[in-house]
């Protein structure tokens, strides 16, 4: 079992800036992968970035050029860097950890979100 602990919600201004953390602990493995998705009131939920424990970023289109995804293998955890935010961005953002299990079973884990606001 994956625990996930998120920290860094808030509310910020358009045009500024918010860091979000989350930090894995129980039966990690090696290889694994770790993410942001967002959820918007009345929306689907939605990839935003991925970082593999290689180092390997996936982003959604819509953030491109203005989020970073990075992460602290030795801490298991994983940073956004959300810059130039909009108020669009504004949405409920959960941590994602998945990884398989070396008996074949792949496991997908979520922590409970942190609210993100952007004002105009």
């Known amino acids: 079992q994956v625990q996930l602990v998120e920290s860094g919600g808030g509310l910020v201004q358009a045009g500024g800036s918010l860091t979000l953390s989350c930090a894995a602990s129980?039966?990690?493995?090696?290889?694994?992968?770790m993410g942001w998705y967002r959820q918007a009131p009345g929306q689907q939920r939605e990839l935003v970035a991925t970082i593999t424990s290689g180092g390997s970023q996936n982003y959604a289109d819509s953030v491109k050029g203005r989020f970073t995804i990075s992460r602290d293998n030795a801490k298991n955890t994983v940073f956004l860097q959300m810059n130039s935010l909009k108020p669009e961005d504004t949405a409920v953002y959960y941590c994602?950890?998945?990884?398989?299990?070396?008996?074949?079973?792949?496991?997908?884990?979520w922590g409970k979100g942190t609210l993100v606001t952007v004002s105009s």
């Open positions: 994602n950890f998945y990884q398989v299990y070396h008996i074949g079973l792949p496991m997908d884990y």
């Open positions: 129980g039966n990690i493995l090696s290889i694994n992968t």
